[in-house]
């Protein structure tokens, strides 16, 4: 079965980039009846939908992050990227990939990422 | 504030039924599929229901979910305290064009 597993640094400063990555087992992110999502939750709070990318490279971005986001696909690792460019104390989170399609799931066990100086 | 509107908290003893209603729009629950989604304390959401009212292979038969309108519900019955967990519900939004979640509620198995 498909699983997921994020990594990255779990400390960012102030106004740099958050960089995650996602390695995917047990399935491709070259499947075309997928998606590949980045999904976030602040300590306490309920869940925010990041963004997705598709096979083809194609993307869609939760507005309200649209500006700062970017997801990439590396199809000879398995591999899917987040990048959050700017971060603010506001974006400290446990960060969660996943598969995608008319619902989200598996989700990998999440990275919690502080942002602080 | 969620797109889609969940109780914050929901409680029952042992072995009862409970419910838990997800309230959206036109632009997104009445129009696309719902998932529910477990969240066990200190762990990552789990997918229980799909596309309105289908479970994934090892969701036992007492997690249902059903749509009707702009609203839908998760029903679990034969509670045990080991389904105390965070509950949320999630569907596209097709005027916001993103993925939305409600707020989740917390079930408590008294």
């Not at chain 1, 591999?79 to 619902?103: G, P």
């Amino acid at each position: 079965q498909v699983q997921l597993q994020e990594s990255g640094p779990g400390l960012v400063k102030p106004s740099e980039t958050l960089s995650l990555t996602c390695s995917v087992s047990g399935g491709s992110v070259s499947s075309a009846s997928d998606y590949w999502s980045w999904i976030r939750q602040p300590p306490g709070k309920g869940l925010e939908w990041i963004g997705y990318i598709y096979y083809t490279g194609s993307t869609r971005y939760n507005p309200s992050l649209r500006s700062r986001v970017i997801i990439s696909l590396d199809t000879s690792k398995n591999q899917f990227s987040l990048k959050l460019t700017s971060v603010t104390a506001a974006d400290t989170a446990v960060y969660y990939c996943a598969r995608s399609s008319h619902y989200t799931g598996p989700w990998g066990q999440g990275i919690m990422v502080t942002v602080s100086s | 504030q969620s797109v889609l509107t969940q109780p914050p908290s929901v409680s029952a003893a042992p072995g009862q039924k409970v419910t838990i209603s997800c309230s959206g729009s036109s632009s997104n629950i009445a129009s696309n599929y719902v998932s529910w989604y477990q969240q066990l304390p200190g762990t990552a959401p789990k997918l229980l229901i799909y596309d309105n009212n289908h479970r994934p292979s090892g969701i036992p038969d007492r997690f249902s979910g059903s749509k009707s309108g702009t609203s839908a519900t998760l029903d679990i019955t034969g509670l045990q305290t080991g389904d105390e967990a965070d509950y949320y519900c999630g569907t596209w939004d097709s005027s916001l064009t993103t993925v939305v979640f409600g707020g989740g509620t917390k079930l408590t198995v008294l």
